[in-house]
């Protein structure tokens, strides 16, 4: 029995209240007003892949606070009826959180949701750059005023890297948000309008900056606001990692033990995959779970995320690192690797000093 936790990513829809340029979802799937039925997610979560081991079930979208109140409320009831040991929580943008939305955080969530942020190439429905900024911090900072914990995970795009440190400095130390994760950056949109995938069907994602240039940038600014940020009590996850501790990057080897549900019916593993065609392994409306646990696309990621680490097994950083997001190449050319090899060295300096 795998004891590892499991994780469901569940896209209650697509549709979202932000445009993002470089999303994984599709233009007509954000725009679209889909909702998952709940026979879908029964369907979904009836199987022994979720049994005998931790599991964490994460409401996303598009934007999943957009289906309401009533409609959230049912599918937490209609998950907990399935699953009464999994954990649940949401991923939500901040664009728009109202008195219900810090409630249900509150009272299925356990007082925590997380949430994405990006510098650059978000905007607010109507084109405003500005407006989708102000909205997201205003979000956030209700959340934290009502005592629900949200971290963000902000995409490193090539926009944050060369605004240079200070102006995500900004940023953070302008908000009430004490946590704080970092995440390579990829362009979806170009990866949609030219898909190419491995023959394992894992898809082959542009970057929008080098590895380098990420972790040059986190090490700066840890060197620059380091000190202004432990002062007020923010916790950057990168700048805070142990040696022995678990990697704590999204999606780090992940394929054995993630899924995710598109409101149709359709099922991948990684949920950055949600609207990836080549990465689908079946609809459990059409058969259940089974046939997509068994399915072969799904062993060949498997097998595909473990090979992806063969260039780390010399690595004396391995055995915590994990290879980072398994979503990306290990390295891309630039001297650097996506687990962050010099931040690891100095992290490893650190503790023998």
């Known amino acids: 029995m795998d004891t590892k936790e499991a994780v469901g ?71 907990r009826s399935a699953l009464s040991h999994a954990h649940q929580t949401m991923v939500t943008n901040c664009f728009n959180v109202s008195s219900w939305l810090i409630d249900l955080a509150h009272d299925e969530f356990e007082g925590r949701v997380e949430t994405t942020y990006a510098f650059a190439h978000k905007y607010s429905l109507s084109g405003d750059a500005a407006h989708y900024q102000r909205k997201f911090l205003s979000g956030l900072n209700a959340f934290w005023d009502a005592g629900v ?14 605004a240079g440190p200070a102006a995500l400095a900004a ?13 390579v950056s990829v362009d979806f949109r170009s990866f949609l309008s030219a898909p190419a995938y491995a023959a394992s069907s894992v898809p082959l994602l542009p970057l929008t900056a080098s590895y ?36 704590n990057q999204f999606n780090v080897a ?13 099922v991948t593993t990684n949920p950055l995959y949600s609207d990836l065609a080549g990465t689908f392994l079946g609809n459990v409306n059409e058969g259940g779970m089974e046939p997509i646990l068994l399915s072969s696309r799904r062993k060949a990621r498997v097998l595909a995320d473990r090979a992806r680490t063969t260039p780390c097994r010399n690595c004396i950083h391995a055995h915590y690192c994990k290879g980072g997001p ?24 650190r503790s023998c000093a």
């Not at 992940?254 to 359709?266: A, H, K, Q, V």
């Not at 891309?332 to 690797?337: A, F, I, T, V």
């Open 9 to 79: 990513f569940i896209n209650v829809t697509r549709q979202c209240n932000v445009d993002c340029k470089r999303c994984y979802l599709t233009e007509a799937h954000r725009a679209a007003k889909e909702r998952l039925p709940l026979p879908t997610l029964e369907r979904f979560l009836d199987s022994g892949f979720w049994l005998g081991r931790p599991v964490t079930l994460i409401w996303e979208g598009g934007e999943p606070s957009v289906v309401g109140q009533a409609a959230m409320k049912a599918y937490c009831d209609t998950a």
């Open 149 to 162: 914990e949200c971290p963000v995970n902000v995409e490193l795009n090539i926009e944050t890297i060369q």
């Open 171 to 183: 940023v953070i130390l302008g908000s009430k948000c004490r946590v704080w994760e970092f995440d």
């Open 212 to 247: 380098a240039q990420v972790w040059d940038f986190l090490m700066r600014l840890q060197a620059e606001w380091g000190a202004a940020f432990q002062d007020q009590g923010i916790v950057i996850g990168a700048f805070h990692q142990q040696v022995g501790q678990p990697n």
């Open 254 to 266: 992940c394929e054995s033990r993630f899924l995710t549900l598109n409101p149709d019916g359709i």
């Open 326 to 349: 398994s979503h990306v190449p290990v390295s891309d050319g630039s001297g650097e690797c996506s687990g962050g090899r010099s931040m690891w060295d100095k992290i490893l300096e």
